[in-house]
């Protein structure tokens, strides 16, 4: 949401010189990340709600896409991966968060609306004199480039896929109940091994980024840094994270 200082080599709470790229909000910021580490739809996304969210498993937490927001009419469980788990952790500690609806919208009355705004903005944030316009536009006629939420569902996929996991294993992560199953010890065997698999897909996209988003964003202990491969650490640069005048 604070874009690189320009010159990041005077570390101190003095200095800020921000540069002019676009940014986007802490909660658009979450909603497109859940987009793509989930790969969950956009609108039963959006409407997840902190009833939704259980914690009574601490090592295996879960979350709910109810029927009325799902296609297909059922309910989806998912396993919370280790991003995942750390985002609605900080979320649900926020001073300012929605009473019903994790991702809130801009004047905090609903649950958002979309993100195509922000995902312009994050896919154009190289190109000079990007003019954002309408949050509905249509900009593939500017010559722009452009993502959908789609596009973050099947990036999801694509990397499992990459992987190696199976068709059948991609279409349990992406949609697909597990309300009709048996519960009980296998329906907690399967979670682990989904959650199991979130985990080494978030690796894959995230790299060693994901520490830093951990830490950065969501307030993970520090010493989660030790797990960067110090051949690409890049720890010397983050000074300039902690510098919000």
Not at 40 to 45: C, G
Not at 51 to 56: A, F, K, Q
Not at 207 to 219: L, Q
Request: charged share 25%; aromatic share 12%.
């Amino acid at each position: 949401t604070k874009t690189y200082l320009e010159d990041p080599s005077p570390h101190n709470a003095n200095y800020c010189d921000w540069n002019n790229k676009p940014t986007i909000n802490e909660t658009q910021r979450d909603y497109i990340l859940f987009l793509l580490l989930s790969g969950k739809r956009r609108n039963e996304s959006a409407k997840l709600k902190w009833e939704d969210l259980d914690w009574s498993n601490p090592s295996l937490p879960t979350l709910t896409l109810q029927p009325e927001t799902v296609k297909g009419g059922k309910a989806d469980t998912i396993p919370m991966s280790d991003v995942i788990g750390m985002m609605m952790k900080y979320r649900a500690n926020r001073s300012n968060k929605h009473k019903e609806f994790v991702f809130e919208n801009n004047k905090n009355t609903g649950h958002i609306i979309n993100p195509y705004r922000s995902l312009f903005k994050i896919a154009n944030y190289e190109s000079p004199n990007v003019s954002i316009g309408n949050p509905q536009a249509k900009f593939e006629d500017k010559g722009n480039t452009v993502y959908t939420p789609h596009d973050l569902r099947r990036t999801l996929r694509s990397v499992g896929g990459n992987l190696g996991y199976s068709n059948l294993e991609m279409k349990e992560i992406l949609a697909h109940t597990k309300g009709d199953q048996t519960e009980g010890y296998f329906v907690e065997r399967f979670y682990i091994k989904e959650r199991e698999h979130l985990n080494h897909i978030d690796n894959s996209i995230l790299e060693d980024f994901k520490w830093k988003i951990m830490v950065f964003w969501y307030g993970a202990d520090a010493s989660w840094l030790e797990n960067i491969d110090p051949r690409t650490d890049a720890r010397p640069l983050l000074p300039s994270y902690g510098c919000y005048c």
